[in-house]
T-cell receptor
Framework: GAVVSQHPSRVICKSGTSVKIECRSL??????MFWYRQFPKQSLMLMAT?????????EQGVEKDKFLINHASLTLSTLTVTSAHPEDSSFYIC?????????????FGSGTRLTVV | DQQVKQNSPSLSVQEGRISILNCDYT??????FLWYKKYPAEGPTFLIS?????DKNEDGRFTVFLNKSAKHLSLHIVPSQPGDSAVYFC????????????FGKGTKLSVKP
């Protein structure tokens, strides 16, 4: 149980275009989903917390207008990288936590490798 | 089906003792394994990794062991400290710069003074 599906797994796009990444909870409802970006030395940076039915909460330094997050339903959150540039090339991964309470039990998507050329 | 499994959702250990966090995987194509540590309201932070060509990697108090035949890896923390209390994620990589990380669901470690 508690499966998170992330799509696409890999995408190559041209500089200046936009790319949408989907994160779906397949067998549970996720009022909150999290979006991360991988940086050198393998660390994951929390970009934003996606809340169903309301605006996402962005971490300091993350451009809201560049990384658009939409959490329109209890099972789907999307991250759109707008006007992508080569420096946006990275590994993006989402996670969700079924239920409430406790800071564990996260399920991660399989991630999206974005390459901007 | 989960490719990376952490079967213990939580673990409680006394300060100064050893903490052993376990992880099992199913895909023999994985060739790189990582452990992450996560504090509340923060993203996971890389802790230690191991390549499939090794069976042990050590960094200070943290040691990761890999048993490829059993498709099992473990993270040992010795001695455990209260500051080690966090959620620990095991992750596997298909390798190379184009690899994607596959995460386990995490184990919450509590180190009691």
């Amino acid at each position: 149980g508690a499966v998170v599906s992330q799509h696409p797994s890999r995408v190559i796009c041209k500089s200046g275009t936009s790319v949408k990444i989907e994160c779906r909870s397949l067998d549970f409802q996720a009022t909150t989903m999290f979006w991360y970006r991988q940086f050198p030395k393998q660390s994951l940076m929390l970009m934003a917390t996606s809340n169903e039915g309301s605006k996402a909460t962005y971490e300091q330094g993350v451009e809201k207008d560049k990384f658009l997050i939409n959490h329109a339903s209890l099972t789907l959150s999307t991250l759109t990288v707008t006007s992508a540039h080569p420096e946006d090339s990275s590994f993006y991964i989402c996670s969700a936590k079924p239920g409430t309470g406790g800071d564990y039990g996260y399920t991660f998507g399989s991630g999206t490798r974005l390459t901007v050329v | 089906d989960q490719q990376v499994k952490q079967n213990s959702p939580s673990l409680s250990v006394q300060e100064g003792r050893i903490s052993i966090l376990n992880c099992d995987y199913t895909n023999s194509m994985f060739d790189y394994f990582l452990w992450y540590k996560k504090y509340p309201a923060e993203g996971p932070t890389f802790l230690i990794s191991i390549s499939s060509i090794k069976d042990k990697n050590e960094d200070g108090r943290f040691t990761v062991f890999l048993n490829k035949s059993a498709k099992h890896l473990s993270l040992h923390i010795v001695p455990s400290q209260p500051g080690d209390s966090a959620v620990y994620f095991c992750a596997a990589d298909y390798g190379g710069s184009q690899g994607n990380l596959i995460f386990g669901k995490g184990t919450k470690l509590s180190v009691k003074p």
